[in-house]
Structures are given as C-alpha cells and as structure tokens.
RNA sequence: CGGGGCAUGGCCUAAUUGGCUAAGGCGCAGCGUUUGGGACGCUGAGAUUCCGAGUUCGAGUCUCGGUGCCCCGACCA
C-alpha cells in the first residue's frame, strides 16, 4: 500500500467502520446532504444501481410483472388499516402536515414502502379471478427516519424496488415469495459476486403485516449480518384490511392471497464491504462501471507522445466494440503512482498500462485489480484477453466470498460457547433454536445477536435435540448473527 | 431518545493558555519543469473562527443559551 493511502484512508483490515465511510467519501459513491441522515448517490454509485435495475427488471418482466408508480404521500388514514403494520412503521415515519401555505386537516405520510397507498387501488382493479394473478413493481424511494444512519447501509431516504402481486391461492403467493427471493440470490452471487444465505425469518424479525418473511443474509467479513433483500407472503392479511377481493370461478366471493419483496440500494453498501480491501474499493467486473481503464504512461518526446495517445486510443476503441466499459486515462498533469492509485481506489477490474515500452514490443500489461496479478498480451489479443480476466475475476471473486462465508459460520452446542464466539471473533453462528421469542429477546440482550434466517434448506424438521439457550426441545437449526 | 466527544478557508490541523493584520499543510487556479507506483518550483484565489447573547480595554480562546456533526446504546431494508 502506498504512503499516501496510509495517511487518507484508514485500512480494512484494521477498522472496517472507518475505512467503509472514508471509501464511499473518496471513491465518489456518495456525499452526505443538507438533509440528516440522506445521501447523495454520486454518479458512480449510481452506476452500480443502474446496472441493479438493468438486471433485475428484465427477470420481472420475463414472469409477467410490469412497472408502475404509484404517490409518495399516502393519508395517514389509509396507513392506519393495518394495525401490525401501524405499528411496525410508526416510530419511523416523516409525516407531512402542511401544504399550500396552510395546515393539513390530515396528514400524509411520506412512503416508507407502499402497500397501503398501492392496495387500496387494487381493490378496485381486482374483480374476478381473471384478474389475477396480477404482478406490479415500482422502481422509487421511500423514507424512514431512522435513529442512526450510515451511508447506503441505513440511510433516512433510499431507492429501491417494491414488488407487490396478487394470487388467488395462499401456494401460488408462497410461490412468488420464493421465487423472488431466488431473483435475489441469483443477483447477489451471478453479479454482485456475494455468496449469502437465504432462509425465513423469525416471528420477530418478520415484516409488520407479514406472515411469512424470506430474506436474502449476506455476511461481512467482520462476522455481521446485514439483511441483503426482503420476500414477504402476506397471506390474506391486507386482502381483508383493504377488502380486495375476487369472484373465483364458481361465481364465489373470496381473498386473494399476496407477496412483497424489495431490494435496495443497502445492497451497494454490501458489495463495497464484502469485496474492498486496503486500497480501496473491487468492483466485481459485471457491475463496474468502469471495467478497464487505460493508464497511459507519458513518453519525453513530443513525436513518441503523439505516437503513443494514437496506439491507446486504438485499443480503447477495439476494447468499446468489444463491450468493455473502457476508460482511457491520459491525465499527465498527475504522477503515474498518483493516477494508478486513484483507479484502484477505486476499484477499476482491469488496468491497462501502455507506454513507450509497450509499443515497442507490441506487449500491454495488464493488472487485475483483487489480486494484483499481472499479464502481457499484445494488441491483437487485447480485447480477448481482458474479457478472459474480467470472467476469471468475477468467478474468483464469488469463489472468495464463499470461502468467507463458510469461514464466518460456525456451530456451537451449548449458549457459553455461542457467548464466547460473540465476545471474541464474531461471526455466524448455527445453533439449534426452540423458536420462541423469549428466547430470542434474551440473547439479543445478552451477546447483540439475533437470529437472522432458518436457511430454506433446512425448514423441514428433521433434527431431535435442545434449544442452546434455554434446553427446550428444538428441531431445527437457525442461524444467529450480529445485524448492522 | 439516553450517555460521551467535537465544532477555525473545500479538507486536516495551529494560534504562547484572554493580547498585535487568525498561521501552516493538503486541495484548487495560472505558468514552467516533471511522468514505469501518490513529483517539484514560482505566483494566486479562498475565513463574519457554527449561530445568538454576555463578561472584558481586548474573545477563536472565558460564561450562558441554541444548532449541527461524530462515537456508544435502544429502533431498522
């Protein structure tokens, strides 16, 4: 690592906390606002959301979801209805009580998720069992005025998408709630190159209104959780609060069944976590905005000079037709150290050095970003070559993370144990759990831990044994965490 | 919302413990020299010392009130 990094930025292996919000400062993810707690998304944060949405959308679309908007105010009436969900938002809501230069006789909420504002409406569109299933999703930002605040991991104001459908059976809903969650685990580990844990959540952990919640658990590599995507089946709940209903093909009147599921922008705050290092930012070469960039490295000479932006400017140009998001760098007013420094904080996949030492020979050196490892090609095989390293790259990237995950979860057999991983080495821990909410609140008290998901593999009952915490009878093992 | 800390050009810090025109580094702009792992010289721009009141011959420094930010808890995608 360079001096200079040593001096700016503090260093992940040391103090997670301090380098995560020194690098979305210097690496332009994001700046904080006027406004407490909100972030502004720099344009290369918001790269990495367009590559998100660019993904995703499609998958929705192919299942027959379709995009739509709907208010950002929702009547404070309307977010009254269902009383679990009241409940489960309030503390957190931004409430607006003027508007037009005079005092609301009612108030608005501003939208901290959309089903109230979104299912009163479907009240109205759904009538016969033609109608359904029926798919919405909306790309938006909601508001939730959170205590504590952290750039992309929990911000007052966040992007996201919300899904919202309607089936006309409790299975097919079930159906959509885990195929949305499969959406989510596809995307984090095929592009954002993360391997995490997807699973149900406990009562206490489950969205207000819900009655089943699936979540996507990524681990960080300081052993905490963070809660990655959401997937609710939130039976007929809101169909009775809302009196959405559906004449089923025998002319009778019945609930319809629905899902929610949503993925935010938290899920940049993941990717910079899981994959920087102590220079910076790694970007995995699928959402990169910059995939390669090409360092020019200037020659004394004004002839080699000239010579030189002219065989850059050719590779750049192969590596565009390629479908590389290439950069050419011929910034000379800065040292060479200076500019290298920069990309990988960051966290460019490939850099491309040219210079006069390259021309000479017809052989570009190439640095791959995560492990510094260097190649030679030569401009013929540019384009090939540097597409071979970024599908190298993201494969070995998601390979580490599943090796980090794997190393970050354990098992312990008795509650001293599970105490002792939680003071020392946090990390993951699998533990068989009676499933009571005691339990739980006890264990949150004593070592910050909560239970994050029963893993979607092991939902079937199949083991015979004791709680950990308390020496009920337990049959199935949860996996607890510290959550950010 | 409880407990602790901080507030000085865009950023980091200094200012003899209450004393003269608020200093330096980084960054920024101009010119020139440099360029194979965070270069250098010269010149220049940039400040109501968070806000308000008070004490004093005199306040960046002391007192009171307010505001903002950071860290630690409870809440959370």
């Not at 909601?142 to 911000?155: A, G, N, Q, S």
């Not at 459908?165 to 409790?170: C, L, P």
């Amino acid at each position: 690592m360079s001096d200079f990094t040593k001096k700016t930025i503090a260093k992940k292996s040391e103090d997670i906390a301090a380098w995560y919000n020194d690098i979305v400062l210097r690496a332009e993810l994001a700046d904080y606002s006027a406004v407490k707690g909100s972030m502004i998304i720099r344009p290369y944060g918001y790269a990495i959301w367009e590559y998100t949405q660019k993904t995703l959308d499609p998958w929705f679309k192919e299942d027959g979801v379709e995009n739509a908007y709907f208010p950002l105010l929702i009547p404070y009436e309307l977010i009254e209805k269902e009383k679990e969900h009241l409940e489960g938002f309030s503390p957190e809501l931004a409430v607006v009580t003027h508007a037009g230069g005079k005092k609301l006789t009612s108030n608005y909420v501003v939208r901290p998720t959309s089903e109230t504002i979104m299912y009163r409406t479907f009240a109205e569109w759904i009538h016969s069992y033609r109608d359904l299933p029926m798919k919405i999703n909306q790309w938006c930002n909601v508001v939730r005025w959170e205590k504590r605040t952290y750039p992309f991991l929990r911000t007052s104001e966040f992007l996201w998408q919300e899904g919202h459908t309607v089936h006309t059976t409790e299975l097919e809903a079930i159906g959509m709630a885990l195929k949305a969650l499969e959406w989510y685990k596809r995307f984090y580990e095929e592009y954002f190159a993360i391997s995490v844990y997807a699973g149900i959540k406990s009562k206490r952990e489950t969205f207000a209104g819900a009655k089943t919640t699936y979540a996507i658990e990524m681990v960080i590599p300081d052993g905490k959780a963070l809660q990655a995507a959401t997937s609710h089946n939130l039976s007929d709940n809101f169909a009775n609060v809302f009196d959405i209903s559906f004449l089923d093909e025998q002319g009778k009147k019945q609930h319809p069944f629905q899902t929610s599921w949503g993925l935010s922008t938290r899920s940049i705050g993941g990717l910079v976590l899981v994959h920087g290092d102590d220079n910076g930012l790694v970007m995995p070469p699928k959402v990169a905005p910059v995939q390669a960039v090409i360092v020019v490295i200037g020659a004394k000479e004004e002839a080699a000079q000239t010579k030189l932006q002219t065989y850059a400017m050719e590779i750049h140009k192969q590596l565009i037709a390629h479908g590389i998001r290439t950069k050419i760098d011929t910034d000379f007013s800065h040292s060479l150290g200076y500019r290298i420094n920069e990309w990988e904080m960051r966290g460019v996949p490939v850099r491309i050095e040219i210079g006069s030492k390259e021309i000479d020979k017809d052989s570009i050196t190439c640095v791959r970003r995560d492990n510094f490892e260097k190649s030679q090609t030569s401009s013929e095989t540019i384009s090939e070559h540097v597409s071979e390293i970024l599908t190298t790259m993201q494969a070995d990237l998601l390979t580490k993370s599943e090796k980090n995950k794997r190393e970050l979860t354990v098992e312990a057999t008795s509650y001293d144990e599970f105490k002792k991983i939680m003071n020392s080495k946090r990390s993951f821990i699998r533990v068989p759990w009676c499933e009571n909410a005691v339990c739980e609140e006890k264990v949150k008290k004593e070592t910050k831990a909560t239970s994050r998901v029963l893993e979607l593999d092991r939902i079937k009952k199949t083991e015979s044994t004791t709680c950990v915490f308390c020496g009920k009878k337990a049959s199935r093992k949860w996996l607890f965490a510290q959550a950010y």
